[in-house]
């Protein structure tokens, strides 16, 4: 592995998304600006914080994975010494870390002032959760973005993704989700935990078949 | 070291619509192997797989002494590659090009760069999305040949460019074979660019190779002869001619294998020849295609 | 050494012959003389933008032909011939009459009267002084 240039290729990526990442990170710092201007405000706050790291999910792969196999320049990454094992690397790196980096700062923000507000910690277990709906839904992204260079399919993954935020409400209907909102203190019930549990483990399917699936790939342009 | 910068032995790809055959193709070192085929007979195809970009279903693929695809990284070190649909970042500048393939190449000429620059007549500082068609391949041909790479393989190079840039464009690759190490592929339609300038043709169709040889050897073999029949008989078949258009008492005949021994032949038949002509390389090239199709062993 | 050469497109002769006539002009009118180094083949090649093995080729002929000798490794010079420009000429002259017994054929004109033609074209261009 070629580490200086797989680093190289990924400081490429975060600097041709720098505009966008930018906009994203000013958005998150908005919406935790909000947290702190009353109760109104603050569920605008939460709202768009959550609309934040929706739209980094869908951003970041689109912008350094769909979009440039769209444009073409996919063929210009690929004359460059490194295999195709390196390119997936790269990828999945440098999205990886542009996301987690904006998403753990919007998330311990937004978190961080819910904690700080005394009597709100219930709410905490399900903020985790919706923080990391998003994230699921970049991985999945990602995965599909990178392995089928398809732009139609990355558009039909994102559409189902975002479906699937509206099943948030059908959650409320487990026993042991809601029960804790009000409670001062966090409680990690079985239920928060096995859909936190199921999220982790969708998160690392998608990167591990990322790379499965690119090992056995015969066509890169 | 090895005598080929690219080799090629028994290669096939199959697609739904379409399959690559036992393609045999060898880039002596030093020279420039001109790759002639009709849209979709197979070039970039044959080019992909050769960069590693596409994986061949059989066959062995030998570039620079690696093998490919699974040596690929290693491979392209050394090699340049320009194709008319690799573009680079719109939103980025050539300088911001230059300087990043500079970042990955430590073979990169600045000085050269900077000659290139003035006789391509491009700016540094614009953007790729300010460019026209025509600039942006100089600029990609640029990034490839700054870095004086031993083996520089481009996919129709000079589609889309104006006489004077291809020209330009055709003055560089010349240059760089002054050094008798670095060796070019490259494909076009354009076959008076590779008349010109290659030293090894390789004709394509359908996925297969058509014919390969040296381009002397294809422009010596290959004449038309104009002859002029005694009275109302066909012109006799004679080895090594592959069409006659026969009008009335006078004919033409193509041959692939020319000898003076041919119109010699027609004048022991009591054939008078009128003329001898030489054909350009498109001529052969259609010639060349359009027999093979009909079946007619070329 | 600069060639100097410039090829045309629009001539119908293939690129070595062209290279071979130039080269043939240069030692003809004694701007290379005897013993003096060519340009080396990729040098030619790079020079004329054309593809090496064409200049090999032509330097082969020329060889052949004994107006350059090549050594190995040290690049190609002109022969040591005093004669050279003759030479040359000589076979310019060879050439022209090749064509005109191929284009007196074409014509079915006959040797006879060719040869008249040929007298004509000779007594035309003698000065005027040296005429009986």
């Known amino acids: ?221 | 070291m090895n005598e080929f910068a690219v080799q090629l032995t028994g290669v096939g790809k199959d697609y739904r619509f379409f399959s690559l055959n036992d393609v045999r193709l060898e880039v002596p070192v030093g020279q420039i192997m001109g790759f002639i085929g009709p849209n979709g007979a197979g070039k970039s195809t044959t080019i992909r797989i050769l960069m590693g970009l596409v994986h061949q279903d059989r066959g062995e693929v030998r570039v620079l002494g690696h093998s490919m695809p699974k040596k690929q990284a290693a491979a392209k070190r050394d090699i340049g590659f320009a194709s008319e649909d690799m573009r680079l970042y719109g939103s980025s500048t050539l300088d911001w090009h230059m300087r990043f393939v500079r970042s990955v190449y430590p073979s990169w000429d600045e000085s050269y760069a900077q000659t290139l620059l003035k006789r391509f007549d491009l700016r540094r500082e614009q953007r790729i999305t300010g460019m026209s068609h025509g600039q942006q391949v100089k600029a990609g041909l640029l990034l490839a040949l700054a870095r004086r790479p031993r083996l520089l393989i481009l996919d129709e190079p000079t589609t889309g460019l104006d006489p004077v840039a291809r020209h330009e464009v055709i003055r560089e690759l010349t240059a760089v074979m002054q050094d008798d190490h670095r060796s070019i592929l490259f494909s076009s339609h354009n076959t008076h660019d590779i008349e010109q300038i290659s030293d090894q043709i390789t004709f394509i169709d359908r996925g297969r190779i058509i014919d390969c040889r040296d381009k002397e050897s294809f422009l010596d073999r290959w004449r038309r002869i104009r002859v002029e029949l005694p009275g109302d008989v066909d012109v006799p078949a004679l080895p090594g001619i592959i069409g006659v258009l026969q009008t009335g008492r006078l004919a033409v005949a193509t041959t692939n294998a020319f000898d003076v021994s041919l119109p010699r032949a027609y004048e022991a038949a009591g054939i008078r020849v009128h003329a001898v002509e030489n054909m350009t390389l498109e001529e052969i090239f259609v010639t060349n295609v359009h027999y093979s199709r009909e079946g007619v062993a070329v | 050494m600069l060639s100097g050469f410039v090829l045309s497109q629009a001539d119908g002769r293939p690129m070595y012959l062209q290279i071979i006539e130039q080269v043939r002009r240069r030692i003809a009118v004694g701007d290379w003389k005897a013993g003096e180094l060519l340009p080396s083949i990729r040098q030619l090649a790079a020079d004329l933008q054309v593809s090496v093995i064409t200049v090999k080729r032509a330097y082969l002929e020329l060889e052949r032909e004994g107006l350059i000798l090549t050594h190995h490794g040290k690049g190609s010079v002109v022969a040591a011939r005093t004669d050279a420009a003759t030479q040359v000429y000589e076979q310019e002259l060879t050439t022209h009459l090749e064509q005109a017994a191929h284009l007196a054929g074409v014509l079915g004109i006959s040797t006879r009267e060719v040869q008249a033609r040929l007298r004509d074209a000779i007594e035309q261009t003698k000065p005027a002084a040296v005429k009986p």
């Not at chain 1, 769209?70 to 010494?81: D, I, T």
């Not at chain 1, 295999?83 to 440098?94: D, F, H, I, N, Q």
């Not at chain 1, 990391?132 to 260079?149: D, R």
Request: glycine share 8%; with cysteine; charged share 10%.
């Open chain 1, 1 to 221: 592995m070629n580490r200086a240039l797989v680093m190289r290729l990924i400081v490429k990526d975060w600097y041709l998304s720098r505009v966008p990442l930018a906009l994203v990170a000013l958005a998150g710092a908005v919406s935790t600006g909000l947290l702190y201007s009353g109760e109104t405000a603050g569920l605008a706050g939460l709202i768009s914080a959550l609309i934040a790291l929706v739209f980094l999910s869908i951003l970041i792969p689109q912008l350094t994975v769909v979009n440039e196999r769209k444009q073409g320049n996919l063929a210009f990454v690929m004359s460059l010494p490194i295999s195709p094992a390196e390119y997936t690397m790269s990828k999945v790196l440098g999205n990886l870390s542009a996301f987690v980096l904006l998403w753990a700062a919007i998330v311990g923000a937004v978190l961080g002032t819910i904690a700080s507000v005394p009597g709100a910690g219930g709410v905490i277990p399900l903020g985790v959760i919706a923080a990391l709906a998003p994230f699921v839904s970049f991985c999945l992204l990602l995965a599909v973005a990178i392995v089928t260079e398809s732009e139609l399919l990355s558009m039909v993954t994102m559409g189902i993704t975002n479906v699937a935020y509206s099943f948030w409400w059908f959650l409320f209907r487990l026993p042991g989700f809601a029960e804790g909102l009000k409670s001062p203190v966090p409680i990690w019930s079985d239920t928060i935990l096995t859909i936190i549990g199921g999220q982790i483990a969708v998160i690392v399917l998608a990167l591990a078949l990322t790379f499965y699936l690119q090992s056995r790939k015969t066509d890169f342009v």
